[in-house]
């Protein structure tokens, strides 16, 4: 259970129990509790119910309801909540994945994120820009064995400008043609190159576009709210940066997601600003958002360190998602970061997942990848869901996915 959660409610009982000892005798004290405890108690389910039938009407909650929810609702509740919105757009019991490869071609950055496990700074001996033959070995491995899609992801590598993409992934459509799909960035990456190579947002993508790039993907945003990026990312760009080439990515017709990370610091406020921008955007956009993934953050090898918050959680978390973004088709589970408790994430709102094939960032910061399809599948099948493989590379126009119903 959350720990936002848990203090909370021991506040609010301790100013009770407080609160009873000042104007009762101590032996009357305990019967005060139990009394003024269940009264709260009704008036929390008071307050969750009347977002169920809301919601049931076709309602949107509030920030201030996903708070209640957070707080007050339990996972029961929270399952059935996140269903009522996930049957809008998709049938029961049934749900999609994706066998995905991340390619790191560079480990070079100088973002200096302090939650990053992967960075090394330039002319570090274990530096790496990885040529173009082991990228194409990578990609082959994953063909043969099924998987269509692959997600590139880097860093803040100020040797490579526009022109080194261009090529990369021009050579790579040239090379595979529809046989595969890609990613070919974060938000955050687009940002950097346009500016590391001293053009626009737009020009950087006119470039990428013409060179056979579809899809950029929601990545670098971990937390949306300017407070946390400052304690942890302050070169990784604000938030109106962020949305701002979002919205210019959308203008260019190319494909994009939302992303969140969460399990640093955070604040349950921080939480709230972040599903609430990624609202607000695609409100205004009309769906400019193919999916939202969330996952988790991993504490090990960085200068940040930690805990990993529980699964219980992260699934938790999974279910407000998908409740407060009611204009978001796709809400994605984590394998990568949450294993076999990713597909419980079915129960909770998600409808979809990646089966991940290899990524050093996560891994490096203590992921463990099960490369082992059906059993993933199982974990699935034991929550009671039928899987269906989604061929990102065999759907006609990434443009024509953005329904929002
Ligand atoms: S998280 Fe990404 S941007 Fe930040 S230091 Fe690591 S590689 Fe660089």
């Known amino acids: 259970m959350s720990k936002l959660l848990t203090n909370d409610n021991n506040e609010f009982l301790s100013n009770l129990v407080a609160k009873c000892n000042e104007t009762l005798l101590n032996a009357n004290a305990a019967v005060c ?56 757009y998709h049938a029961p019991k049934t749900a999609t994945y994706l066998l995905m490869r991340i390619i790191n071609y560079t480990n070079i950055c100088v973002a200096l994120c302090d939650y990053c496990s992967f960075y090394r700074l330039p002319k570090s001996p274990d530096g790496y820009v990885r040529s173009k033959e082991w ?34 992934f021009g050579s790579i459509r040239q090379r595979y043609g529809e046989r595969l799909e890609f990613y070919a960035m974060t938000v955050v990456e687009l940002l950097y190159i346009a500016r590391v190579s001293k053009i626009s947002v737009p020009e950087a993508l006119s470039r990428l576009k013409e060179a056979g790039v579809r899809w950029i993907t929601g990545g670098g945003a971990e937390i949306l709210a300017d407070s946390f990026r400052k304690r942890h990312s302050p070169l990784k760009y604000t938030v109106a940066e962020y949305m701002d080439t979002q919205q ?29 921008t990624v609202r607000n955007f695609q409100d205004a956009t009309n769906g400019g958002l193919f999916s939202f993934l969330c996952w988790t953050y991993k504490p090990y090898n960085n200068e940040l360190g930690g805990e990993e918050i529980g699964a219980g959680e992260y699934l938790r978390h999974l279910a407000l998602s998908r409740i407060f973004l009611d204009n978001v088709r796709h809400i994605r589970t984590s394998v990568l970061t949450q294993n076999a408790n990713a597909l419980k994430g079915l129960s909770y ?3 979809d997942f ?52």
């Open 354 to 405: 990646d089966v991940p094939w290899e990524d050093e960032v996560t891994q490096m910061a203590g992921a463990v990848i099960e490369r082992d399809v059906q059993r993933i599948l199982g974990y699935a099948a034991e929550e009671g869901f039928v899987t269906n493989y989604r061929h990102v590379a065999r759907q006609p126009s990434a443009a024509a996915l953005h329904v929002v119903q």
């Open 33 to 88: 509790f139990a009394t003024i405890s269940k009264s709260k108690q009704s008036g929390e389910t008071m307050n969750v119910d009347s977002i169920e039938t809301s919601l049931r009407n076709g309602g949107r909650i509030s920030r201030a309801e996903a708070e209640t929810l957070w707080k007050n609702a339990s996972d029961e509740q929270l399952q059935r909540l996140a269903n009522i919105v996930r049957d809008r």
């Open 135 to 168: 990228i194409y070995s990578k990609i082959d491995e994953l063909l043969d064995v099924g998987g269509d899609l692959f997600g590139f992801n880097g860093g803040f590598n100020p040797e490579l400008k526009i022109d080194y993409y261009v090529d990369l």
């Open 349 to 351: 709102g998600a409808n």
């Open 248 to 276: 210019k990515i959308v203008e260019a017709g190319l494909s994009t997601t939302a992303t969140m990370v969460i399990g640093f610091d955070e604040t349950l406020d921080e939480r709230l600003d972040h599903l609430e």
